[in-house]
């Protein structure tokens, strides 16, 4: 009986592991599907200036409206898309789309910077570096404006190649931001050797405010000391704004001031909050 308990067992796992396996391709012929129908979209979160509350850039986010199943939040494909290897082509989608919105915002007087996130993949993906070559030498590309956020664990590995990555990156006029900070592996040591424009605290620190406060101080110290900007995400509350300010964060992002929008929807709220004329921030270039 146990010997039967068992194979039935196997057979509810082989059946369980078809279904899954199914499923899958099914998901992955349907997002190279998305691609060559434009079912993605980016949405743009503003990222306001502590200090008067304006609007300093947005980050883009990216969006799957899926013709049957509606929208789809990106943690439930960017895994997917990164094993697969898909993420090259979603990602050169993010990045020149993102880039002509920014450049079509400046020709009609909406002067902020823009965050584009790159995933551990597509970082290490030698193409990248084509597809920002390519789109830094267009002839509107707003130097030092345009920032692209990696993941901590990308910091992990061959430090000088890393490092060198960066550089390149940051020649051609991108800012660099260390995206979820706080929650990856990195190591300290080496942070001071990469050339980082902005640290973006996770959430979940900002979460456990005030209990969280001495951590937040210690990060902003770092930022300050490499030079960088410090950048709270997932603010909600006015309570966690006021802390953040009084830790003296250069910026904040949350659903506090907005939600991720489609983009006409987050140009009436940028219009609201009005536009931030000089960060409060060392470092970032303003947009002439
Ligand atoms: P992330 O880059 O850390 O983006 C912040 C996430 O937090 C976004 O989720 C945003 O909608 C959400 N968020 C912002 N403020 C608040 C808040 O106040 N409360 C709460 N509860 N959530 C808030 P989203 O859009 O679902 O994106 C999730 C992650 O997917 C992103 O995390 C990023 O790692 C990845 N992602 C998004 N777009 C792209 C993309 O274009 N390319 C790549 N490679 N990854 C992307
Ligand atoms: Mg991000
Ligand atoms: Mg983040
Ligand atoms: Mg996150």
């Not at 899926?66 to 990106?74: A, N």
């Not at 209990?211 to 997932?234: H, N």
């Amino acid at each position: 009986a146990a010997k039967e308990a068992g194979r039935d067992r196997c057979m509810t796992f082989d059946s369980e592991m078809g279904r899954a396996a199914k499923e899958r391709s099914q998901i992955e012929h349907d997002l190279k599907e998305a691609l060559e129908q434009g079912q993605f979209q980016l949405h743009y979160q503003p990222r306001v200036d502590t200090l008067t509350q304006k609007v300093v850039s947005v980050e883009a986010l990216v969006r799957w409206q899926h013709p049957t199943r509606g929208m789809i939040s990106p943690g439930a494909f960017i895994p997917i898309c990164e094993e697969t290897g898909i993420i090259e082509e979603l990602g050169h989608f993010v990045l020149t789309e993102g880039c002509n919105t920014l450049i079509k915002w400046h020709r009609a007087g909406v002067k902020i910077g823009m965050s584009l996130n790159v995933s551990p993949r597509q970082f290490l993906d030698d193409k990248l570096m084509d597809i920002i070559t390519d789109i830094a030498s267009g002839p509107e590309f707003p130097k030092g404006i345009i920032e692209l956020e990696i993941t901590e664990n990308v910091l992990i590995g061959d430090h000088d190649l890393i490092a060198e990555r960066l550089r390149q990156m940051t020649e051609l006029g991108f800012r660099i931001a260390i995206d979820d900070f706080g929650t990856g592996y990195s190591n300290l040591a080496y942070i001071s050797l990469f050339p980082l424009d902005c640290i973006k605290i996770d959430k979940s620190f900002i979460d456990q405010l005030p209990t969280s406060e001495p951590i937040i101080r210690l990060i902003k110290t770092l930022s300050d000391q490499i030079g960088a900007s410090s950048v709270a995400e997932g603010v909600e509350t006015k309570i966690q704004a006021n802390c953040l300010a009084e830790i003296g964060c250069h910026q904040i992002q949350g659903y506090y001031y907005s939600k991720p929008m489609p983009e006409d929807d987050v140009l009436k709220r940028i219009a609201e909050l009005g536009i931030n004329e000089a960060p409060n921030t060392a470092v970032l270039c303003a947009a002439q």
